[in-house]
């Protein structure tokens, strides 16, 4: 697809209905974020997202899909422990919650890493800008790239990533500039997050988009709907209706026959 500047559409998904959507609506990739700590489990950031929250997720999303690519996060802790902990992880991903392959943050300090689970036969995505699993390191959600140095580092990361074998390298909250200055030296395809147009391709988390999130919303996601305020004047409208005795009706209800119900009673 970048060879043929074709643009690459990934979003997120955590369960089955929505993974389902996603796929038959024509999505290139679906990414089983780490995000989902924070959208759907209520956790305060990304660190507190275990193995067993991202293999439970992965096979309700697997369930969902035919077509698009399923990528799944590696979560914190779960590649920082050597290389063999790195590769049973990402098998454990890979085996029990049926990913095609999985993304991992960072640059050339998990190179090896990296490579040896891609030396395993697991297709792995890279991560550079913003990584939040290293929030506390980088002192927030902060913007990375803004200068000469984070630049340098940043492209050679994405060299070293490239050279090591990753199909692809999310590029997360960078400047637009800088994120298309790294994908002309790539042949391999970078998605942006908040990293400008000039990417190959682009991922949100649908939740984020749908307006389901109820937490901040990061300036570079679009709304493309309001499903959260839909949700609340629809319960809000059910309960109304159920202490009024307007819900249920008489269509939303099953009957037997006069002659069964006499006998019944016995009347």
Known sequence: ???N?????MLTAYDYPTAKILDENGVDGILVGDSLGMVVLGYEDTTQVTMEDM???IKAVNRGMKQALLVADMPFLSYHMGTIQSVKNAGKLIQEGHAQAVKLEGGQEILEDIKA???AGIPVMGNLGLTPQSIHQLGGYIMQGKTEEQVNKMLEDALALE??????IVLEYVPAEVAAFISSKLSIPTIGIGAGV????QILVTHDILGLYQGSTPKFVKRYAEIGIEMEHAVQQYIQ???QGLFPREEHSFRVEKESLKRIYGG
């Open 55 to 57: 293999i439970h997720h």
């Open 241 to 243: 209706e159920v202490k």
């Open 117 to 119: 689970i891609i030396k």
């Open 163 to 168: 050279s090591a074998g990753v199909f692809s």
């Open 198 to 201: 000039g990417c190959d391709g």
């Open 5 to 9: 500047k074709q643009k690459i559409t």
């Open 1 to 3: 697809m970048k060879q």
